[in-house]
């Protein structure tokens, strides 16, 4: 009644297709009288695994976003420390030298620090702050009339930390999924299925049956012809390629 299906043929994208399509009828199918909710609900729980561990979120997927706030607050802290180095060459002598002094500070903890790794240059921005952060550093940057340029630098900088702590928390919270183990659960959970729904429609049978035969076998033959064509494209281009 319902049409081997040569799983291995399918790709992942299209095996995961196959299982939803399948899923997602039964679901919205009038099962009442039909003894399959266990099958169906089990189906159901592992095509749901089967698609997370497909679209899971790992912490990779911060990567570019960490990229971009790194590149913002290295721009700040260019601005910043440039702003301050500028200031040296005034002609107000207690402003150049109050410029000199927040120089002189920046120089400690690595005048370039920008150029170094993200772990690295966290701990230097960190100690850096820190010690701008105190009375008589803060007195100077309002001198210079820098709180600007000041605040700017620590809110980007903030921003990639907490974008970095909200990365650890996401790979450190991620399931660590046996996605092999997963797919080939939801394989079997079909071929249950398949199995349970011919068994039952031999004992007791019921058009309803026939139905979802019906539509499981029109999915078998889509995807397989699929599966096909892709292999014949390949000895085709094979062949050609020898030639």
């Known amino acids: 009644m319902i049409k081997k299906m040569y799983f291995s043929l399918l790709r992942l994208n299209e095996l995961l ?99 170094r790794g993200y772990k690295i240059q966290s701990a230097k921005m960190a100690s850096l702050l820190k010690e701008l952060n105190q009375a008589e550093n803060q007195a100077l940057i309002l001198q210079l009339e820098a709180a600007s340029w000041y605040s700017e630098m620590l809110e980007d900088n903030n921003a990639f930390n907490q974008q970095s702590e909200e990365k650890s928390i996401a790979k450190n919270e991620e399931i660590d999924y046996d996605t092999q183990e997963i797919y080939k659960s939801a394989r079997l959970a079909c071929e249950e299925l398949f199995e349970a729904i011919e068994v039952l429609n031999r004992i007791a049978p019921n058009e309803k049956y026939n139905a979802i035969a019906k539509f499981i076998n029109e999915c078998n033959q889509k995807y397989l012809t699929v599966a096909r064509s892709r292999k014949t494209k390949n000895a085709n281009a094979a062949e050609v390629t020898e030639a």
Not at 25 to 38: C, K, M, V
């Open 17 to 115: 297709g196959y299982f939803n399509e399948i899923i997602t009828y039964l679901i919205g199918a009038d099962l009442e009288g039909l003894q399959i909710t266990s099958p169906v609900e089990k189906l159901n729980n592992k095509v749901g695994e089967a698609l997370a561990a497909a679209n899971r979120t790992t912490a990779s997927g911060f990567t570019e976003r960490i990229r971009q706030l790194d590149n913002r607050r290295d721009e700040s802290f260019v601005a910043f420390r440039n702003f301050m180095e500028a200031s040296t060459h005034r002609r107000d002598e207690a402003i150049a030298n109050a410029a000199e002094q927040i120089c002189r500070i920046i120089r400690t903890h690595n005048w370039s620090l920008y150029s």
